[in-house]
């Protein structure tokens, strides 16, 4: 009997420190390909990573500012012809998956899964009421049910959790959660909100952020928001909009303070000269991206002094177009209400492009589609988002807890189909517990020495 509890004991042991090992190269991982994204397209200085950084450090922001919230993390690595899952909560790494796939099959799959999800989006639309151009594909359920079975493996039981923060690889960023499975019968929006963090680091940012400039309690009451519509465009391939002016004005209603221009006053020039006294910046317009060259041909369609087209690119936002270190905090979400401005180019770190870019720029939280969604379709879900965000009363897991209300909502009142409700996803970690956190706190203080 002795013996084999020995044998029970050595064998737990094995597993634990097997468990470690993985983590911390898991980790290191995660550092190598932060420091390849920062060499091609820049890092923040809120993102510098600790040298002795470890899965203590994710465990202890869940446990010290998420007191009174279940929140996980679900972090993401592909190598050597792998996937790796791990779950972590307050407790440190609760689940660890490998399931064999080569990147350039698992990345299909990602594509296909979309394309599965947003195959219907013309059933009541106008195919040219779109904000950004077609790229869809032929749908494939089964590879929908495949990667639905291998990013949220079945012994992951995450519906105890209210919130799950997701820190993907490859194309990952790119995948509709809140369409993805829990079960037969309920969506992951249906049991909890996500959000999607380029990074392990960042969750360790924000803790850094928090111990140095509280969030005050009315963190979303934007105090200097500026919203930005274009109805017509010249000389370029874009269809007009005509739903991003009623969209705007339905927004700015909700919020105190709002400066709004359009169209020909819509120029890159007075969005940078007064790019140091925003909190919220807001965007209607046409989006594109491209997975060839992300900075340059990823873009969100402005216009120039003559009133034609202009394109504001990701290299423009990310270097120093927005960028104040003194204003940092400030910039609290960017909203880009046009289509495909979550997507870019595949890294081991995630997805390069214009939602990346703004997060780069100093933004905290950023909204962004996945595909094109209808013009109409688009502006009843941003104007429903707001009404939520702006009678949340600063919920603690906003205003991603507002953004699994506002599609909850947009599925009874608008739409239920996911082509329509799925694109929208949330760059940015939740805001803590309030009162969970304090400056004289001897841990946290140690922990950022």
């Known amino acids: 009997m002795k013996r084999h509890f020995l044998i029970f004991i050595f064998f737990a042991f094995s597993i634990f420190c097997r468990s470690q090992n993985d983590m911390s190269e898991i980790i290191q991982m995660h550092k190598d390909n932060m420091r390849d994204l920062s060499s091609s397209r820049g890092i923040i200085p809120e993102w510098d990573i600790p040298s002795d950084f470890n899965e203590n450090h994710l465990s202890f922001a869940l446990k010290y500012f998420y007191t009174h919230k279940k929140i996980g993390i679900l972090i993401y690595t592909h190598e050597k012809d792998t996937l790796i899952v791990n779950l972590i909560d307050k407790n440190g790494v609760k689940k660890h998956v490998k399931t064999p796939i080569i990147k350039a099959e698992f990345e299909k799959l ?24 077609d790229t869809s594909s032929e749908s494939n359920l089964n590879n929908y049910q495949k990667l639905n079975r291998i990013i949220l493996p079945k012994d992951f039981i995450i519906n105890e959790f209210e919130h799950i923060i997701i820190v993907p690889t490859l194309n990952i960023g790119t995948l509709p959660f809140a369409a993805l499975k829990l079960n037969s019968s309920n969506y992951l929006i249906d049991k909890m909100s996500y959000s999607i963090s380029p990074s392990i680091f960042e969750i360790y940012s924000t803790l850094k952020t928090i111990t140095r400039h509280r969030f005050n309690a009315d963190y979303f009451n934007f105090k200097k928001p ?8 010249n000389k370029s391939k874009f269809s007009n909009l005509k739903h991003t002016k009623s969209e705007v004005l339905e927004v700015a209603s909700t919020l105190s303070n709002s400066r709004i221009i359009s169209n020909e006053n819509a120029t890159k020039k007075y969005i940078k000269s007064h790019a140091s ?57 960017a909203v880009l209400s046009a289509c495909n401005t979550g997507l870019g180019k595949s890294h081991s770190g995630g997805t390069i492009g214009l939602a990346r870019a703004f997060q780069i720029a100093g933004f905290n939280h950023v909204l962004m589609s996945l595909w094109s969604v209808s013009d109409y379709e688009t502006a009843k879900f941003m104007t429903i988002f707001f009404n939520e965000l702006t009678k949340s009363n600063n919920s603690n897991l906003d205003p991603h807890n507002s953004l699994q209300k506002a599609i909850n909502r947009f599925r009874k009142e608008v739409s239920n189909s996911p082509k329509h409700w799925a694109s929208f996803s949330m760059f940015g970690v939740p805001n803590p517990d309030s009162g969970s956190y304090s400056n004289t706190n001897s841990e946290l203080n140690f922990l950022f020495q």
């Open 226 to 233: 500026l919203l930005i519509y274009k109805t017509n465009f």
């Open 110 to 133: 990602v594509s296909s899964t979309n394309s599965y999800i947003k195959q219907l989006k013309y059933s009541k639309t106008n195919k040219n009421d779109l904000r950004g151009t």
């Open 277 to 333: 006294d925003i909190d919220l910046i807001y965007f209607a317009t046409h989006g594109s991206s491209d997975n060839k060259n992300p900075l340059d041909k990823s873009f969100l369609v402005l216009s120039d002094e003559n009133n034609y087209d202009d394109f504001l690119t990701a290299r423009e936002i990310q270097s120093n177009f927005f960028y104040n270190y003194d204003s940092y905090q400030d910039k609290k979400m």
